[in-house]
């Protein structure tokens, strides 16, 4: 496994690949890796040939200072995890190779950056679009790997390269799950051991939702997670929605469409935790 820092050394790697007509896939992440990223990084080795990771904690998306320094850094362990799994190059970028200059990308991002994510973690997404930009400028992926646990943010890198024409291929891959259901985060690991206890609740409740959807409307299913959420001692609900899993276009009857998505994000004291569960019609 190679381990580079300088965009030089990518682009020189990317280039031998291709001349020999291997496909190139690439996994984006800020590090501290559990098995949901080594989830996405089998997913890319099964389907191209040259896998490439990258590990760069994003200051752009970050609205919070605290959150920014608090994020865990782990990267000697994170190396030895990718090693284990088979990736062919992992990408440490420092944050004057990313932004050599005041670099930020001019994509529009609308509504998608007013709801949800986007109206609780204000300038979030725009971090997030302009460094993925970076990205995949640099390192030209035949197909670029993405959890669906950040729903939101799927789907507005999925809307950027369509919009954009970029020429390649994003695919989402399924959230990966601890065995009481918590969904798998690098912020679980900030969690006190009290907090990590309550923090399942959170996708019990999605759940318990999905089987209650024919008797509740959407206006009362919302009051219900509410409740149920803010009744634990632990947590805190901030938003839960219920939306077009295609658009994230919040839907107002059970009947409105086909696919419909359930989004949520909550408190465990400091540590903020989403999720989401698809409930179909």
Same mark, same amino acid.
Request: aromatic fraction near 8%.
């Given at each position: 496994?190679?381990?580079?820092?300088?965009?030089?050394?990518?682009?020189?790697?990317?280039?031998?690949?291709?001349?020999?007509?291997?496909?190139?896939?690439?996994?984006?992440?800020?590090?501290?890796?559990?098995?949901?990223?080594?989830?996405?990084?089998?997913?890319?080795?099964?389907?191209?040939?040259?896998?490439?990771?990258?590990?760069?904690?994003?200051?752009?998306?970050?609205?919070?200072?605290?959150?920014?320094?608090?994020?865990?850094?782990?990267?000697?362990?994170?190396?030895?995890?990718?090693?284990?799994?088979?990736?062919?190059?992992?990408?440490?970028?420092?944050?004057?190779?990313?932004?050599?200059?005041?670099?930020?990308?001019?994509?529009?991002?609308?509504?998608?950056?007013?709801?949800?994510?986007?109206?609780?973690?204000?300038?979030?997404?725009?971090?997030?679009?302009?460094?993925?930009?970076?990205?995949?400028?640099?390192?030209?992926?035949?197909?670029?790997?993405?959890?669906?646990?950040?729903?939101?943010?799927?789907?507005?890198?999925?809307?950027?390269?369509?919009?954009?024409?970029?020429?390649?291929?994003?695919?989402?891959?399924? !959230? *990966?799950?601890?065995? %009481?259901?918590? /969904?798998? +985060? $690098?912020?679980?690991?900030?969690?006190?051991?009290?907090?990590? @206890?309550?923090?399942?609740?959170?996708?019990?409740?999605?759940?318990?939702?999905?089987?209650?959807?024919?008797?509740?409307?959407?206006?009362?299913?919302?009051?219900?997670?509410?409740?149920?959420?803010?009744?634990?001692?632990?947590?805190?609900?901030?938003?839960?929605? !219920? *939306?077009?899993?295609? %658009?994230?276009? /919040?839907? +107002? $009857?059970?009947?409105?469409?086909?696919?419909?998505?359930?989004? @949520?994000?909550?408190?465990?004291?400091?540590?903020?935790?989403?999720?989401?569960?698809?409930?179909?019609?």
């Amino acid at each position: 496994m190679k381990v580079v820092s300088t965009i030089n050394a990518v682009q020189q790697e990317v280039i031998k690949q291709k001349k020999v007509h291997r496909s190139v896939g690439f996994v984006p992440t800020m590090g501290a890796l559990h098995a949901g990223h080594l989830n996405l990084l089998r997913r890319a080795k099964g389907q191209t040939d040259f896998v490439i990771v990258s590990i760069f904690v994003n200051p752009k998306q970050f609205n919070d200072k605290e959150d920014l320094s608090r994020y865990p850094r782990p990267l000697e362990k994170d190396l030895a995890k990718l090693e284990e799994s088979g990736c062919d190059m992992v990408f440490t970028p420092s944050e004057k190779e990313i932004y050599p200059r005041d670099f930020d990308l001019d994509y529009p991002l609308g509504y998608l950056d007013q709801i949800m994510e986007g109206k609780h973690r204000r300038g979030h997404f725009r971090g997030v679009v302009t460094v993925v930009n970076r990205l995949f400028d640099i390192v030209q992926p035949d197909k670029a790997f993405f959890g669906e646990k950040d729903y939101q943010q799927l789907t507005i890198i999925r809307k950027m390269v369509k919009d954009l024409h970029l020429p390649f291929i994003i695919v989402p891959c399924p !959230i *990966v799950r601890e065995p %009481d259901g918590l /969904a798998m +985060s $690098s912020r679980n690991a900030l969690l006190s051991a009290e907090q990590r @206890i309550h923090a399942p609740l959170i996708f019990k409740t999605l759940k318990e939702a999905l089987h209650l959807k024919d008797t509740y409307t959407i206006d009362q299913m919302k009051k219900w997670v509410m409740d149920t959420i803010n009744a634990d001692p632990e947590l805190k609900l901030e938003y839960f929605e !219920i *939306v077009d899993a295609t %658009d994230l276009k /919040a839907v +107002s $009857s059970w009947q409105e469409n086909k696919q419909i998505i359930a989004c @949520i994000a909550a408190w465990a004291g400091k540590i903020r935790l989403i999720d989401n569960l698809k409930f179909s019609s």
